[in-house]
């Protein structure tokens, strides 16, 4: 009888075999090792059994191409690797499970490609009793596409990678969530047969995916889905609109075969369901519970026409397409239309307070949008001026907000109550509002003039909320700078020297970005205590320094002038240099080089040349900030020399370390205000203004940063996670201090570091800070890439700059070929433990090569390729060193195609002209650079309007052979610091 048995197991193959993953295999270990199995390598007719629990990271690495029958999972395993598991269930019955997790605390997580392949006629089983991820691409798939894959059990699937939805989706007992950042593609239909399926990213479903719901619960969670045809049958099936911000979009279902039963919307209110074409047909609207069907721009929404609390979510972006005077602040007292002169009453609500609105015409306005969002409607209720547009306004979807009912929008006739109305909008909608019909609460909104007004001389945008109002302060998170998420997509350079401090200019690139530091000159320091001032007989802490003061190139009377601290928190006096090295103190008076009217004191303080003022008394701005811990203001003072003090204006509140400073790009004054946020210690308010004195306004703000008004100084930045504390003192590092000046096409700050001790805990030692470069160039948001520190404290006893290191205010000036960056140090003096540390302060000098904040570097050869770029120059010079390499050139058009190339240059040069390209006949147009290096380093480039290779870009304090702020001689300032 036995030959017959194996006969029976010949032509009675069992249908699958169970190859076990061995119990004794290490972490790590590879599919393809047949050791690592019970029968060898799974193959067709093998299930994969996974029993034992291995390592949480690297169970199984799926090291090949490897094709099981099914896997079956009752621990936790985890795949990991570069190869792809295709399940091939293709057993006799009508249904074939392809993946089983078979135990309520089993997982399986498959960070590798996975492919569940079935065939015509079974439907490929996913099983789920426990947790089941696909964190790595999922296809679903079916040799004619004609069966599903169903997903079934009660445990919870997460689909968070790549889905390819080929042969058809199928939900009956599971939950199963698409989530995380994938991508989802397929013309695969959705079928619920029960359970819950949670849409959790955009467009979760490929856009048209056609729904036949039988049962089960569908739920948004807070993202966009364009299906397709829905198509309801006999059971009731719910539709959850769970997350605020849901929109969920079917194609025209007017046309299909609904059965008896009902679709229940839940939570509609703050959110969007719509169907485009005919929609629904009347009967079907009839089986739509919690809605009511509104149509409008080409669509049948389902939505409730008011509810009692404003909807939640993001403004939308608008386009504005009517005249208009811009972007208003809906507070108390605000102008609302361009052609009339109503204001905003006292009775404006909470919720809206503070939003953006367009002060557009009283009889119409037009917009499209560009941002999907929410956007918020008000018109009258009244039909006493024939000005209500309730009916019009509501058949467009808008959601009547009803709390409050009413308010009064302008006068204090009754006919000017308005009520509330918002809709969740899409992208390419345009709405139409007649008569006093105002438009707000949007995120930002442009038309041409805006655009170009908002554009920066970089092609940045600025949004229509600025300086930025939502920054956190107590988030220890480095600052986000939109501009290097968001690049524009053409990248003008007609100002300034473009450096690549960041990835601003760059598409891609091989070589490698260095960070560069100024060294310390050999001389410091080169300016001491000396006069009488300067040793401060009264408090005895002797300072000689700038701190934040200023140092600004004359090129009238070609010499350096620098304003600077006399004495600790005494007064300020003035030098002059032809050298930049020997300064000498003229007598203004007196027999003393005292500016600072006597009776006033210092504490933090400022002095800008203002190259742009046409008032001749006014060329010189200075901000003193007296001593005191507590909030106190600043005296500004204009000055025609910065000599001649006149009377000064008080400003706002600030703490005791602030300065201004100004910035060209956008011709704003800057006030850089010192704040403490609760949790993060020293930190910065900003304020920027066109005037610099009636800009030094403004209400005074919580220096913690908390509970933030309109018109108070902005929450900017400070000392965030990355910045490393000082190894041997330990303490979190703060922000003691942002100067910032134009340097070439940035805006270039100092970050003065605090890395401790406490006051009460330096015992005559000065504290300890140091100075790290920043870099912007929206004048706001600083980009921090490297926290190396630029200008170091010594640390050691008997040196100079033992600590307490500070930026100058307009930061560095040019001489030649180099930046000379003057900086404060303290020596100490630790025989005098309570004040000590503020003794023996001067000023030193570190230099940097031009533009030498960052290189981009070959050791061998690279590439670099930079953005679509666009100029009105004609000659491209670049600032390399490849004295022991080359640098070409080549300039590509829009198809990439090489249009002209350089002659190679062999050496080392802060401005060198690339011979051989001519771009005269290329102005206005976009064009990339290649620049191709061998064993070199690159620095920067820029297209210059003639041979000279002037770079219109600003020179920070000046320099010899500059005329003014910007550079406007190129290598005649090379020859300038040579005579």
Known sequence: MKWLAVLFVLFNPPEFYNNYWQANVQPGAVWSDAANWSRGIPGLRDRAVFLYPQSATDDVIVDSSVQPKKILVSRRTVFVGEGIITVQPDSAAHWDMAIEVNQAAAEAVFDCDVTVLGTTDYVSDVRNYGTLTFNGPLTLTNTAYSRPVNFNAPGTTVINGDLQNHCGIRVASSTVRIDGRGTTTGYGSLLMRGGRLELSREN??????????????????????????????????????????????????????????????????????????????????????????????????????????????????????????????????????????????????????????????????????????????????????????????????????????????????????????????????????????????????????????????????????????????????????????????????????????????????????????????????????????????ISGLAVAAPKSGGLWWDPDEQIFKLWYEAGWLRTICYAESTNGIDWVRPDLGGNSNQVLPAGLRTDSWTVVRDWWTDDPDSN??????????????????????????????????????????????????????????????????????????????????????????????????????????????????????????????????????????????CLGVPKITELNFAYSRDGFHWDRPDRTTAIASSREAGTWDRGYVQSLGNICVLRGDEIWFYYTGFAGDESRPASGMYANGAMGLATLRRDGFASMDAAQSGALLTRPLTFSGSHLFVNADVSNGSLRADVLDQSGAVIAQSVLFEGDSTIHRMDGIDLSALSGQSVRFRFTVENGALYSFWVSPDETGRSDGYVAGGGPGHTGPTDTVGVGSLMGFEE
């Open 204 to 537: 979760a479903l490929a856009p048209g995916t056609a729904v036949n719901f039988d049962s089960g619960t569908i739920a948004a969670n807070g993202a966009h889905q364009h299906l397709g045809v829905l198509d309801i049958a006999d059971n009731n099936v719910v539709l959850d609109l769970t997350g605020s911000a849901s929109v969920v979009t079917f194609s025209d279902s007017s046309g299909a075969g609904w059965g008896s039963g009902r679709l229940i919307i839940t939570n509609e209110a703050s959110a969007v369901v719509r169907f485009a074409g005919s929609g629904l047909t009347s009967s079907q609207i009839g089986q739509v519970v919690g809605a009511d069907a509104v149509r409008t721009n080409g669509y049948l929404y389902l939505t409730s026409l008011s509810r009692s609390n404003q909807l939640s979510g993001a403004g939308a972006e608008i386009s504005v397409l009517s005249d208009d005077d811009g972007i208003g602040r809906f507070f108390a007292g605000v102008k609302l239309f361009s052609d009339r002169s109503y204001t905003l009453t006292e009775e404006v609500p909470d919720f809206l307070a503070g939003s953006l609105f367009l002060r557009s015409s009283i009889t119409t306005v037009s917009v499209e949008v560009v941002k999907s969002g929410i956007l918020t409607v008000l018109t009258p209720e009244s039909q006493q001026y024939f000005s209500s547009r309730v009916e019009d306004v509501e058949a467009l979807g808008f959601i009547r907000i009803t709390a409050p009912e009413l308010f009064q929008l302008f006068g204090d006739l009754s006919a000017n109550k308005v009520r509330v109305y918002q809709k969740h909008v899409e992208v390419g909608e345009q709405y139409d509002f007649g008569k006093w019909t105002v438009v707000l609460g949007f995120s930002d909104a442009w038309n041409c003039e805006w655009s170009d007004s908002r554009t920066l001389y970089n092609g940045i945008r600025l949004p229509g909320i600025w300086p930025p109002e939502d920054i956190n302060p107590s988030s220890t998170a480095p600052m986000p700078v939109p501009y290097l998420e968001k690049v524009p997509t053409v990248i003008p350079i007609d100002v300034g020297r473009q450096l690549f401090v960041d990835d601003f200019l760059i598409e891609e690139t091989d070589l490698v970005r260095t960070f560069h530091y100024p060294e310390k000159y050999a001389g410091n320091p080169v300016l001491s205590p000396e006069t009488e001032l300067e040793l401060d007989p």
């Open 620 to 761: 010189y701005k200075i901000f003193v900030r007296g001593p005191g811990g507590s909030a106190l203001g600043a005296m500004c003072f204009e000055s025609p020399d910065g000599l001649t003090f006149g009377d000064y204006t008080m400003s706002g509140v600030m703490g005791d370390r602030s300065t201004m400073f100004y910035n060209p790009f956008r011709r704003k004054w800057v006030f850089s205000l010192r704040a403490s946020f609760a949790g993060r210690g020293r930190a910065r308010h900003y304020r920027e203004a066109d005037d610099f004195i009636s800009g030094s306004q403004w209400d005074a703000q919580n220096l913690d940063g908390s509970d933030w008004q309109y018109g108070q100084p902005v929450v900017w930045t400070g000392a965030d996670q990355l910045d490393p504390p000082d190894p041997d003192i330990g303490l979190t590092p703060q922000l003691y201090n942002l100067d910032a000046v134009a340097y070439e096409s940035i805006m270039l700050g100092f970050y003065q570091i605090w890395r401790g001790p406490n006051n009460e805990d």
